[in-house]
Nanobody, 115 residues
Framework: QVQLVESGGGLVQPGGSLRLSCAAS????????MYWYRQAPVKQRELVAG???????NYADSVKGRFTISRDNSKNTVYLQMNSLKPEDTAVYYC?????????WGQGTQVTVSS
């Protein structure tokens, strides 16, 4: 059973930075498409960023130029570097791993951007 564990969330002031981590059990980070999603209160879950096994990345328009997704295959970990944070980035952030019909999710980590 694959497990994904997110960490790195917290409270940060507008304009600040956070780095989220998603640690995977097993060597899936190099062979699965890895994604970060977020869900704010009373809003639908939305895709924030993704990285394919070959390395291509994609981002939501709202985070382009501010967020960077990356992975360390040796640590089975995916990261989301978040800079220039805004109050509208406040949400629970989830990590997801997808390959074919296999789809795994973490439990989420809260990010709150507030002064």
């Amino acid at each position: 059973q694959v497990q994904l564990v997110e960490s790195g969330g917290g409270l940060v002031q507008p304009g600040g930075s956070l780095r989220l981590s998603c640690a995977a059990s097993g060597s899936i980070v190099s062979t699965y498409a890895m994604y970060w999603y977020r869900q704010a209160p009373v809003k639908q879950r939305e895709l924030v960023a993704g990285i394919g096994p070959g390395g291509p990345t994609n981002y939501a328009d709202s985070v382009k130029g501010r967020f960077t997704i990356s992975r360390d295959n040796s640590k089975n970990t995916v990261y989301l570097q978040m800079n220039s944070l805004k109050p509208e980035d406040t949400a629970v952030y989830y990590c997801s791993a997808v390959r074919g019909r296999y789809d795994y999710w973490g439990q989420g980590t809260q990010v709150t951007v507030s002064s």
